[in-house]
RNA sequence: CGGGGCGUAGCGCAGUCUGGUAGCGCGCACGGUUCGGGACCGUGAAGUCGAAGGUUCAAAUCCUUUCGCCCCGACCA
């Protein structure tokens, strides 16, 4: 391809808007464009690097049996009010009428449309395993875009969808995606874990994420040097560091400090927040208990975390069901005290749920009178809880399953893996009979990668001060051939005879031929982020050399323009087994 | 949904507080000199100041409404 012919529009200047380093790259190198909020035009540099990823997709899916289709985006409400995601799902979906005044919506995930076609097409087990998946657009109206390519209300991505006849069978295709995710993820270059995550509005039991490391990251994952427990911190387990019970407890005690006297009732007058208090009474924030009013579909409950921790919604609310937080006057109605003064005692019948931190020890907290704080409150003593982890992990806090203290990373979820069940087979009637010619349901899976995540992952994980970096097998080209000083005609057809034979060689080349200065060319050619570049200047090529260079460490082999040609042509075809990455 | 910020030339921004000729850099066009890390000189084109309404002799600037975009949080009693 020649640079001069294609539309690839670098600036210098981005908006101050732009804060993912991704994000600033791909509109500085001239990659996309936005059209409106989450809206993105793919321009052609990044829509041969979508096109490069989607190969692999296909690739790694046809590999493990997986059958491309292609599923319509525009969809009736019929089979969402049947699985009840209709209602479930509020603003986050597209919603329309068609001109007969059908309720319609714009597809944000496929497992409706698949189930229904399943439930259509097998009726036998001998029919399964079966796999479909497909890559297209799909459709959210996301309450806050954001990050560029990264959080967007119209995307692509490569979903699929496994059809079983038994739990068995679900987990080889379970299995067969996970190790194809590794497969495609690896050879993208990116550096990623796997780990447990929430199932959320997927529904099913087992679900896991795969996420790439990065700041520009959305998620929190819980990692574990020792033993690899690696999980999001919306579900991960974690053992607060035990530091805390201050004074030590006595052999056989419960951990109150011989300088503590139960019940004690301190004056904390309008010492709210634990901050508060605790600079009041010099005390740490792990001394306190903090309880939180919540309502849930079955009437009140208390939460109650350690003070320096905090409750993590989402667990408590696989314990509780959805729930909200307590204005301030229903605290009133319901506890009889002004919130900030609350403490776990004397709540009758309350549903209290605590987190287990507090099991052991005693601790300071509201005593649910106003502009008093009571100490030495001990649970099991002066309070009944049942017994969660509901707090959120942090770093330092010990690894559930080993003990050693885990370290906390944000990353980007670039495919997610879900066991579903059976929830929307049977929603939609999706039975096959069994060799006992009994009915029975699909027993599903599905599975998703955001191909614009992997790009934008790349690009966090691999760039410096002066642009892009590809992972080679990414890359939207394999190599970019630089002219320099155009003005020499042997120049420029020496660049232009390795830019042929690259190309019937089957290597990717990008030609700079544009009439600049080599300043420009050279600023371009980084930022745009070809992992390769042959430099073809007037001087060395004298000598018979021109310049091969890596963009990423920046080492330049002067060589011949035939070396120049066998080494790339060695290079692409050796990159293409392995991606090097985590 | 809540809070904050920003809309001025194709792009990036100043000007708004304190009303009075709309500016800078980049880019673009033309001419010349340059030509291995975003060259220089000269000339030039280009703006309904997001939109609507209002105040005023006079509005980018003050007031009201509205649209759009970005960021933070979704609360921790």
Redesign the pocket.
Known sequence: MRLSKMLVP????????A??ESHKLML?AGYVR?L???LYIYLPLAWRVMTRINRILREEMDSIGAQEVSMPVLQPAEQWQQTGRWSDIKEEMFRLKDRGGRDMCLGMTHEEIMTWLASREIRSYKQMPQMWYQIQTKLRDE?????GILRTREFLMKDSYSFDSSVEGLQRSYKLHEDAYHRIFTRCGLKFYQVESDTGMMGGSVAHEFMAVSEAGEDEIVLCASCGYQSNVEIAGSVPSSAVIDPPAPEGGNGIGENEKTGEEVHTPDK???EEVSRFLKERPERFM?????IAGDGPVLAIVRGDQ??H?KKLQRVIGPF?????QE?KDILGVE????GPMGHGDMSIIADPALRVGSYIT?ANKPHYHRRGVTAGVDFKAAWHDIHVAREGDLCPKCGSPVKIEKAIEIGNIFQLGTKYSQALHAFFLDEAGEEKPIIMGSYGIGPARIAAAAIEQNHDK?GIIWPGNIAPFDVEVIP??A?EPEVEAAARRIYEELAAAGVEALIDDRDL????K??????IGIPRQV???????KEGLV?L?DRRTREIRKVSPQEAVAILKEGISSACESGGGA
């Open positions: 670098t600036v210098r200047e981005v908006p101050s808007e804060v993912a500085r936005q409106a909020a989450g309450a806050r875009p954001k990050s709210r927040t634990i903090k309880s939180i009013l919540l905090q409750l919604e909200r937080t307590a204005n301030k605290i919130a900030g003064f609350i509201g002066d320099i000083s003005d200065r080599a300043g420009v050279f600023k371009d050619a980084d930022l430099i073809v200047g007037g001087r060395n090529l310049e260079k």
